[in-house]
């Protein structure tokens, strides 16, 4: 089952015999102090230059997130897309928890884009879904529902039966819900990610959906973050998952490595051309060059 999203000029297909697609994350000002600055300041330039480094590192799609107190998000939106399909052709994730943001953000992205997120609250439901739908989108489902994050594999897979058929009643294809089954950190809960595989293992024997992953979490509160979210992201990867939210700078090379390991690059073509072009970023990222 392939998941298709298109820019004007270029689509991605996210699908379980295909590459791992990395979504980038970096414009999100959660957590990152000088892009929350450059958005109340309206200073394009410094997301155009965050757009072009993701891509250059090998993200296929960009997630959109303007949400800083105080901004007017759905107006922002929009010129941050504008400014962003300016200097990339990626298809965009338009990325809130806020349905006018949401629909401003899917009226000015081109092409097919992605929604991050729905969930299996009701209220997510019953606002999110229809923009969805009316927009011919795609969408992330979170399982997470009025009760919480499950505790279990089986309650996760649950809920993300919950959301794929209630998009499934309203006319959303089911290869236009990609599910996320969510990641806690392991260092609250040391099986906090054996229970994210297991989970991603009944998704596709369940439903045979396309699986989304913020890696990042799994490594909250720890050293060495790094080392963990790249084990972290091959062994999904093998589980199962087909696309996620990462810094590609960080995690491309492993993604690449990953999917060679696992027969998805004919002659190690991807990974060769990848590690090349990571080669000439890194060196251009040299002061002492």
Not at 63 to 73: A, Q, R
Not at 78 to 89: G, H, K, W
Not at 135 to 149: F, H, K, P, Q, Y
Not at 150 to 161: D, F, L
Request: charged share 20%; aromatic share 4%.
């Amino acid at each position: 089952m392939n998941s298709v999203l298109r820019s004007s000029t270029r689509e991605v297909r996210i699908g379980a015999d295909r590459p791992f697609v990395i979504i980038g994350e970096k414009i999100n000002p959660t957590g990152h102090k000088r892009l929350a600055a450059a958005l109340l300041e309206g200073d394009l330039a410094y997301i155009q230059e965050l757009a072009q480094l993701q891509v250059a590192w090998g993200a296929e799609v960009l997630d959109i997130n303007v949400g800083v107190p105080g901004l007017d998000e759905v107006a922002m939106i929009s010129r941050v897309i504008e400014a962003v399909m300016s200097v990339t052709d990626v298809p965009l994730c338009i990325d809130s928890g806020n349905p006018k943001v949401l629909a401003a953000g899917l009226s000015a992205a081109p092409g097919k884009p992605l929604v991050n997120s729905v969930s299996g609250e009701e209220s997510r439901l019953e606002s999110i879904l229809p923009l969805v739908k009316e927009r011919g989108a795609a969408v992330i489902g979170l399982t997470i529902d009025d009760n919480g994050i499950p505790a279990t594999s089986e309650e996760r897979v649950a809920v993300a039966e919950k959301i794929l058929d209630r998009a499934g009643k309203i006319g959303i294809p089911l290869e236009d819900v990609i599910i996320d089954p969510l990641v806690l950190t392991v260092g609250s809960d040391s099986q906090a990610a054996m229970l994210t595989l297991q989970s991603i293992g009944l998704l596709q024997r369940e439903f045979g959906v396309n699986i989304n992953l913020g890696a990042s979490n799994v490594s909250y509160g720890l050293p060495e973050r790094l080392a963990i979210n790249q084990a972290f992201i091959a062994l999904t990867i093998q589980a199962g998952a087909t696309c996620g939210i990462a810094d590609p700078a960080r995690l491309g090379m492993t993604i690449k490595a990953t999917d060679l390991l696992l027969g998805r690059d004919v002659h190690a073509a991807r990974f060769i051309k990848y590690f090349r072009a990571a080669e000439k970023l890194r060196a251009n990222d040299d002061p002492s060059k």
